[in-house]
């Protein structure tokens, strides 16, 4: 299906060189000269905290994902560090090229200086899955509430939600924790405003665009 896909498209671009999809790709890239394979490799690993995906990925960046980004045409790298992990497994130098996420500074813009409020606020925005160690954040203002008069503004949707608010409740800690559900994407720059503070507790991360948009 792919090959016959392929006769329709002068460029392919694949993100993460763990999908099999990507994998295909490469192998097409192989076969038909004349179709352009483009990859961005986003993170160094997919859970650099869980061992046994750590045993898995170097012997498969030895192999499949040194075949997968050298059949690339072009590897777009978010960040050095994700370069220079590309070029450890073997990755050719002429390949990569480093593009940095951006954000358009004029609609991600800090709000006025106002008076300090009397209670901090420190928001989240991204998906409730494990990979995103919300239940860290959690567990921190756990910790911070008897001390500091804060909230934590939860922005986001996914799997872990019911496991999240569970948490609350177990830590007794709901009513200084609200889950927002996810925001649309317009209403992201006024989230952002709105926070003293964005945490970002991932346990794998490229260059997440969310930081330099709080930035």
């Known amino acids: 299906v792919l090959l016959r896909l392929s006769k329709h498209f002068d460029i392919i671009h694949s993100h993460v060189r763990f999908f099999f999809s990507t994998n295909c790709v490469a192998l097409l890239r192989r076969i038909r000269k004349n179709c ?7 993170a160094t690993h ?11 990925v170097k012997p498969y960046d030895l192999t499949f994902g040194r075949f997968t980004v050298n059949s690339a045409d072009v590897a777009i790298a978010f960040g050095e560090n994700v370069k220079q992990y590309a ?3 073997g990755t050719l130098r002429k390949k990569i090229v480093t593009i940095p996420n ?10 006025p200086i106002q008076e300090k409020m009397l209670t901090f606020t420190v928001g989240y925005v991204g998906n409730l899955v494990h990979r995103k160690g919300v239940k860290y954040l959690i567990q921190g203002i756990h910790k911070l509430v008897p001390k500091y008069n804060l909230q934590l503004r939860i922005a986001g949707d996914g799997p872990s939600n019911a496991e999240l608010q569970a948490l609350c409740s177990e830590l007794s800690i709901s009513e200084y924790v609200s889950f927002l559900g996810a925001l649309d994407k317009k209403l992201i720059p006024d989230f952002l405003r709105s926070i003293d503070v964005l945490v970002l507790p991932s346990l794998a991360e490229g260059m997440p665009t969310v930081v330099l948009e709080a930035m």
Do not use: M, W
């Open 102 to 111: 951006g954000v358009d500074t004029e609609i991600f813009a800090p709000r």
């Open 36 to 42: 352009r394979f483009v990859i961005t490799l986003q």
């Open 46 to 56: 997919p859970h650099p905290k869980i061992a046994f995906l750590n045993c898995l």
């Open 87 to 89: 070029l450890s497994y």
